[in-house]
C-alpha cells in the first residue's frame, strides 16, 4: 500500500456541495488499495482579511481530504487579489505537504486532478523535491467543440498547461477520445483510459416493474450550453405533436432561460423541473423514470450515464464519439443519429416503441461491473505500482 498525495482543482465544498464529486468517489476507490491524502485550496470572499480556515474530511481508514479556505481582497483590486489569491494558493499546498510529510513521510507519488492550476504546483514539486506526478484529466476544456476551449486561454495558460502534461510521469484520461484530442491538439504524449466510477450502493436497478401511463424522461445536467437543453425540449415537443404521451423530468440548477423557453413552447405540463438534489434523491428519481436524455454538443465522459445504465434505465445521447465509449445501441442505450432536435425526436420514439427490448438488469450489472469502486481502483493501484 503507497501512500498518494493528491492535488485536486474540484472537490466538494462548503461553497459548492457537489462540485468535484466524481473525483471523490475515484478517491474512494483508490482508498480500497493504496493510503489517499487530498489537498484542495479553495477562495472564500466571506472569510475576513488574512484569515485561514482549514478542514478536514475523514472518509476511511485510507482516504482524508484536507481542504483550505482563504480570503478574498477583490473589493480592492482585482490585480492585487490575483497576487493575493496566488500567494495562499502555493502557501496552502506547501502546507499541506509539510502535514503530510510529518505524518507519511515523502509520498511515493502524486497525482494531479485536472491539470490546470494545481499541475503548477506538481510542476514545481517536481523540479525542486523531485516528487513524481501523474495527471488525471477529464476538463472538457482540451475538446475542440468546448467553450471555451483551451485555444482561448491566455498565452501564460496555454504555456503552463503544455509544461505540466510534458513533465507528467503519465497522463490519464476519463475516455479515449479525451486522450486522443490532447495528444491530437496540445501535447504529443501517451495516454491511458481510466474511467469515472459508479456507486453501486447508490445507484441500482428498481425491484419493481414501471407502469405508467406516460413516459417518463430524465435530464440531468448544469444545463450549461454544451447540454443542447433547447433540442431537448424541441424534440419533446415534436414527440407530443405525433400523439406520444411523455414527460420530462429536469435536475439542474434554476435558470430564468429554461423556464421561459418552456414557456415558449407550452410544455409547462410535460416538464417538472426538480433542481438539484443529492445522489441518494437522485437515484430514486431516476429509477422511476424510464430513459434519461443527455444530447450533449460534447462531453468527456458523461458520469450521469454510467449511473442512469448502474439503475438499469436506457439512455440516449447524441452522436458525439466519447458516448460510443458507454453506450451500445439497442442494448444499453440509443446514439442518435446527430444533434439536432429531429434526430433526437427520432431517437426518442424509436426507443419508446421498443422499451421492452431493454433489459434493465443486465444494463445495470454490466455498469456496475465496469465502473465499480473495485475495477477502477485496481486499475489506479496497478497505476501507482508500475510508476510511483
Known amino acids: 500500500m503507497k501512500n498518494i498525495l493528491w492535488l485536486?482543482?474540484?472537490?466538494?465544498?462548503?461553497?459548492?456541495?457537489?462540485?468535484?464529486?466524481?473525483?471523490?468517489?475515484?478517491?474512494?476507490?483508490?482508498?480500497?488499495?493504496?493510503?489517499i491524502v487530498v489537498i484542495f485550496v479553495k477562495k472564500n470572499s466571506a472569510l475576513r482579511f488574512g484569515k485561514i480556515?482549514?478542514?478536514?474530511?475523514?472518509?476511511?481508514?485510507?482516504?482524508r481530504a484536507w481542504i483550505y479556505y482563504y480570503p478574498s481582497i477583490g473589493r480592492f483590486s482585482r490585480f492585487v487579489d490575483m497576487i493575493y489569491s496566488n500567494y495562499w494558493f502555493i502557501r496552502l499546498h506547501r502546507r499541506g505537504l509539510r502535514a503530510f510529510k510529518k505524518e507519511y513521510g515523502k509520498p511515493h507519488g502524486v497525482q494531479v486532478n485536472v491539470a490546470m492550476k494545481v499541475g503548477i504546483i506538481a510542476l514545481i514539486w517536481r523540479l525542486f523535491r523531485r516528487m513524481k506526478y501523474i495527471i488525471v484529466e477529464g476538463w472538457s476544456l482540451f475538446l475542440p467543440e468546448a467553450k471555451p476551449a483551451l485555444k482561448d486561454k491566455n498565452w501564460f495558460f496555454r504555456m503552463m498547461t503544455k509544461k505540466v502534461l510534458k513533465n507528467a510521469t503519465l497522463l490519464v484520461t476519463v475516455s479515449d477520445h479525451l486522450g486522443e484530442m490532447i495528444s491530437k491538439n496540445v501535447v504529443n504524449i501517451p495516454y491511458k483510459v481510466i474511467p469515472s466510477v459508479v456507486d453501486k450502493t447508490i445507484f441500482y436497478p428498481s425491484s419493481s416493474n414501471l407502469k405508467r401511463e406516460v413516459f417518463r424522461f430524465i435530464h440531468i445536467s448544469t444545463l450549461d450550453n454544451a447540454k443542447n437543453i433547447k433540442e431537448i425540449l424541441l424534440?419533446?415537443?415534436?414527440?407530443?405533436?405525433?400523439?406520444y404521451r411523455a414527460e420530462l423530468i429536469v435536475h439542474a440548477p434554476p435558470k430564468k432561460e429554461l423556464n421561459e423557453l418552456i414557456q415558449t413552447l407550452q410544455l409547462e405540463k410535460n416538464v417538472?423541473?426538480?433542481?438539484?438534489?443529492?445522489?441518494?434523491?437522485?437515484a430514486e428519481s431516476i429509477r422511476s423514470s424510464d430513459?434519461?436524455?443527455?444530447?450533449?454538443?460534447?462531453?468527456?465522459?458523461?458520469n450521469v450515464v454510467i449511473e442512469v445504465q448502474a439503475c438499469g434505465v436506457p439512455v440516449i445521447t447524441s452522436n458525439y464519439p466519447t458516448f460510443n465509449e458507454t453506450v451500445e445501441n439497442n442494448k444499453n442505450g440509443i446514439i442518435a443519429k446527430g444533434q439536432s432536435s429531429r434526430e433526437l425526436c427520432e431517437a426518442m420514439i424509436e426507443l419508446m416503441n421498443n422499451k421492452d427490448k431493454f433489459d434493465r438488469n443486465e444494463i445495470s450489472a454490466t455498469a456496475i461491473q465496469r465502473y465499480s469502486f473495485e475495477r477502477i481502483g485496481k486499475m489506479l493501484d496497478e497505476v501507482y505500482e508500475q510508476y510511483f
Request: charged fraction near 30%; aromatic fraction near 12%.
Open 291 to 302: 430513459a434519461l436524455i443527455l444530447f450533449s454538443l460534447y462531453e468527456t465522459f458523461g
Open 8 to 35: 485536486t482543482e474540484w472537490w466538494p465544498n462548503e461553497l459548492e456541495p457537489f462540485s468535484g464529486d466524481g473525483i471523490e468517489r475515484r478517491a474512494k476507490a483508490a482508498s480500497l488499495y493504496n493510503n
Open 272 to 282: 417538472i423541473l426538480k433542481g438539484e438534489i443529492p445522489q441518494t434523491e437522485l
Open 235 to 243: 424534440a419533446l415537443k415534436e414527440v407530443l405533436k405525433k400523439n
Open 53 to 63: 480556515k482549514p478542514e478536514e474530511r475523514i472518509y476511511n481508514d485510507n482516504l
